[in-house]
């Protein structure tokens, strides 16, 4: 059987191409297809495969300006010739389904995200843009989303990376959709015996996306040692505002992170991730997660097992759910929250994608 999977760019290793890696195991002898390939930045394990890319390579920077060349991708997409495809895995974060795949084939879509910029984020990633460049940015959008829910019908399966994508995909798509967690490499993240457990952790970027000023609100009122790890847009705010309970750290090795997450009294999570994969290593680690209950965290917090989750984004909201954890700290057992953690894992995920490929015939 000829494979091709579609992912949507590779400039860079994170949680989608984690899962490409994974789809790479099960499909060894794959293609892959991408709009935008940057060799060095990618792991020997993918670089192995036969991997083409669109015509948006052939564009001036294409690596580093590829989202600007988001309104040409439908078509850089709908020129890929895929007939000698048997089964096409489309993995979508930006465009990637769009592809038109040969009538014999099957083409099975993975979403980590419908577009979060073209759906329901659009005001955030654009609401406070120069209305100059708000106007045509509109416009592109819309065409964007016609085009979106119309490539849909192209996809025999979706596959959902957590219940929160799921109803997504039915919202956007009005299509119905199998939940299989991304695989999160929980092998390098483990317990340690005595944790000092002498601070809260706050780790992501540094955006408003990440909600990261209510984390700092809410500690310079409950005067708690907080260690934020990040950067971004917000970076000189966070400084500006937070008190000498709050500290920010810019750069930190994979080594100090892992660290973090072993010392840490909790995590605490203020955004909304389509999954979120921090949650999962910072449990791995034994430790609880204090979170937002909306989005991935849902599918990956167990509220009063391995962690809090609270109900509104307000910094009362998150010090009522330290207060609560506080109050009931012994019952968060470390390994109990690894244990959970191993259900998330690489090798869960490829027993899970070959059920699903195995109930469908494939």
Same mark, same amino acid.
């Given at each position: ?17 984690? &899962? ?16 935008v390939?940057?060799? /060095?930045?990618?792991? $020997? ?5 036969? #991997?083409?890319t ?10 580093t300006?590829?989202?600007?060349y988001? +309104? ?22 930006? +465009?990637?389904?769009g592809?038109? +795949? =040969?009538?014999? $084939? ?5 979403v980590?995200? =419908? ?6 984020? !659009?005001?955030?990633?654009?609401g ?7 106007? =045509? ?8 989303? %016609?085009w ?15 219940? !929160? ?26 317990p #340690? ?7 809260? %952790?706050w780790? @992501? ?6 909600? =990261? ?9 409950? @005067?708690?040692?907080?260690?934020? &790890? @990040? ?10 505002? $937070?008190?000498g309970? #709050?500290?920010?750290?810019?750069? &930190?090795s994979q080594?100090?992170?892992?660290? *973090? !997450? ?16 921090? +949650? ?8 609880? &997660?204090?979170?937002? /209950? ?9 509220? @009063?097992?391995?962690g809090? *989750? ?11 759910? #330290?207060?609560?954890f ?37």
């Open positions: 059987m000829n494979v091709a999977i579609i992912h949507y760019w590779l400039v860079g290793m994170r949680g989608g191409e984690k &899962v490409l890696e994974a789809l790479c195991e099960i499909y060894p002898d794959a293609d892959i297809y991408t709009h390939y940057a060799p /060095q930045n990618i792991s $020997a394990q993918l670089n192995q495969h036969k #991997i083409q669109s015509f948006i390579q052939k564009l001036p920077k294409a690596t300006w590829y989202p600007y988001l +309104p040409l991708m439908p078509m850089a997409l709908e020129s890929l010739d895929l007939s000698q495809y048997d089964l096409i895995i489309s993995s979508e974060s930006g +465009p990637a389904k592809i038109i +795949p =040969p009538p014999t $084939a099957q083409h099975v879509c993975y980590h995200s =419908p577009m979060r910029y073209v759906w329901d984020m !659009f005001h955030t990633y654009f406070k843009s120069h209305w100059l460049k708000r106007i =045509p940015i509109t416009i592109m959008m819309h065409y964007l989303r %016609l979106d829910s119309n490539s849909a019908l192209r996809t025999d399966h979706f596959i959902a990376n957590s219940s !929160f994508v799921a109803q997504r995909i039915t919202k956007y798509y009005r299509r119905d959709s199998q939940v299989i967690h991304p695989p999160v490499d929980i092998k390098n993240f483990y #340690i015996e005595k944790p000092s457990v002498d601070y809260y %952790l780790l @992501g970027e540094l955006n408003h996306y990440k909600n =990261p000023l209510e984390a700092v609100s809410a500690f310079n009122h409950n @005067g708690k040692k907080l260690i934020m &790890v @990040g950067e971004g847009k917000l970076q000189a705010t966070i400084n500006e505002q $937070a008190k309970n #709050i500290s920010l750290k810019s750069k &930190v080594q100090e992170i892992v660290a *973090l !997450f072993q010392n840490c009294r909790a995590l605490i999570y203020t955004g909304v991730e389509d999954f979120g994969i921090i +949650p999962v290593e910072v449990m791995a680690c034994g430790r609880p &997660v204090i979170a937002y /209950q909306r989005g991935g965290v849902t599918d990956s917090v167990q509220h @009063g097992i391995t809090i *989750l609270y109900s509104q984004q307000s910094p009362q909201c998150l010090n009522e759910a #330290i207060d609560e506080e109050k009931n700290i012994t019952t968060f057992n470390a390994g109990r929250i690894r244990k959970h953690s191993e259900s998330f894992s690489k090798a869960r995920f490829i027993q899970q994608f070959k059920q699903f490929m195995s109930a469908i015939s494939l």
